[in-house]
């Protein structure tokens, strides 16, 4: 059985960090690339960033380059986003993303909200 299962998300004040985790089960982590998407309220969902399979490539929406970090431990599983200088356009439910052909898993998203 498949899971994806975000964590790390929570209430930030301006400028803060948060480092967002997803662990995965049930497929081949190892084989997948990984993605995390964001939809913040009345917006449609989009992508964040996304690194491949082996962890040497990697993507960023041009609103988070230089301020996000993804990475990957195929040992644990898991996928990590580092958010620094967060803005309160940020805003959103992060969802984490397994994808490898026609195989397509996503998590129940996290919320974070950044704000003062």
């Not at 964001?38 to 230089?66: F, H, M």
Request: net charge positive; charged share 15%.
């Amino acid at each position: 059985q498949v899971h994806v299962v975000e964590s790390g998300g929570g209430l930030v004040q301006p400028g803060g960090s948060l480092r967002l985790s997803c662990a995965a089960s049930g497929f081949t982590f190892s084989n997948f690339a990984m993605s995390w998407y964001r939809q913040a309220p009345g917006k449609e969902r989009q992508l964040v960033a996304s690194i491949g399979n082996t962890g040497y490539s990697t993507n960023y929406a041009d609103s988070v380059k230089g301020r996000f970090t993804i990475s990957r431990d195929n040992a644990k599983n898991t996928v990590y986003l580092q958010m620094n200088s967060l803005k309160p356009e940020d805003t959103a439910v992060y969802y984490c993303n397994a994808l490898l052909t026609r195989y397509n898993y996503w998590g129940q998203g996290t919320q974070v909200t950044v704000s003062s």
